[in-house]
């Protein structure tokens, strides 16, 4: 393996990496990019390995299989947390309840996994002089300053009143009993205390910002790899809709706008975060695609040709229905309009840009989900028939 430099051309020293929630989606696309490109170690911790078990399994058979060690562990109550932070470099903690039908139908859950279980982190790291990099949110934004202006206001159109500046913009949540905003609270807080450290005790952190990151292995497919009542982010459930050929759900009339960022885009920063910490420390990096800006509705158009495209199966004659976010998610649900990141900062530290437009990552996603799935949701929808 080529000698790795650094984006101010000084050789980059392997390293020893502690990630929290690396079984999940985005740790699982981290650790592949770790082991297939660089030469770092990782120590994988996580309740869950089935995300990364190709890189685990067979045991010694891969070229990095000395490079990764799996730890099964619930970071919630588990003493071996503070050693494996301190054979380490660098802690990245991933670990989070961060699927929004969880956010106001199990609050309690969602505020402990996102702040109390995140402290032991955060103390590790700087009672040991260890670098943290922390995965927050774009939620922690809130909503637009824009979306409390009259409807009709030309204000709407201007730029500060919706993108989204991480040294700027207020985070703007709804009221208390809107129980959808328990998680973005919590990640704002752990965001505070977090750079608290930096500037009382030293602590060296860098603070990611995720923009609805998108792509093989997010989630899972309700009644295939997951509980058929379970609720995931709208790429799952979409795709779930798509392979089961059934309406996918607007969520009251799908109307809010997000920005998809492919993961192997966003991954790319990541890697420039790790491997330059002089640019990255201190900082709070928005990591999305502006460029990618689709309504839900338009989203689950575009997925509904791509998906004919790369299954081969024509589209329903009604493609999608509505449901009110009551039905669909129960009391306490509210939504963040509008999402555009700003791209100064990281494009000013690390020279990091997204590339892939959201017809290509849907396009190589769905065949993803296409191949993994449809056999498979054959077979589900069969079995009933049959019994
Ligand atoms: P994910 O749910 O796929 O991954 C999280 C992983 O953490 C899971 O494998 C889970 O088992 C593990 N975990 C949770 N609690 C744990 C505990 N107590 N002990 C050990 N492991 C635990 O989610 P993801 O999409 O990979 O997100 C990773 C991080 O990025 C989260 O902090 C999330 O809030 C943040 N984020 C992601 C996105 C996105 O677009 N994917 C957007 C905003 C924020
Ligand atoms: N959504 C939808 N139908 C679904 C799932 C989600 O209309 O089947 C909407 C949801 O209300 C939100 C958007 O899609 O407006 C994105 O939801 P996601 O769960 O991916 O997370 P978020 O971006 O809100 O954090």
Redesign the pocket.
Known sequence: MAARVDLDGKPIKPLTICMIGAGGFIGSHLCEKLMAETPHKVLALDVYSDKIKHLLEPAGAHPWSDRIQFHRLNIKNDSRLEGLIKMSDLTINLAAIC??ADYNTRPLDTIYSNFIDALPVVKYCSENNKRLIHFSTC?VYGKTIGSFLPKDSPLRKEPEYFVLKEDESPCIFGPIEKQRWSYACAKQLIERLIYAEGAENGLEFTIVRPF?WIGPRMDFIPGIDGPSEG?P???A??SN?LLRHEP?????G?V?Q?TFVYIKDAIEAVMLMIENPARANGHIFNVGNPNNEVT?RQLAEMMTDVYSKVSGEPSLEEPTVDVS?QE?YGAGYD??DKRIPDMTIINKQLGWDPKTSLWDLLESTLTYQHRTYAEAMKQAIAKPAAN
């Open positions: 699927t929004p939620e609805n609720v982010r709208v790429l459930c979409f809709n996918l759900k607007l969520v009251d799908g809010s997000r839900v976010s669909f939504d963040s």
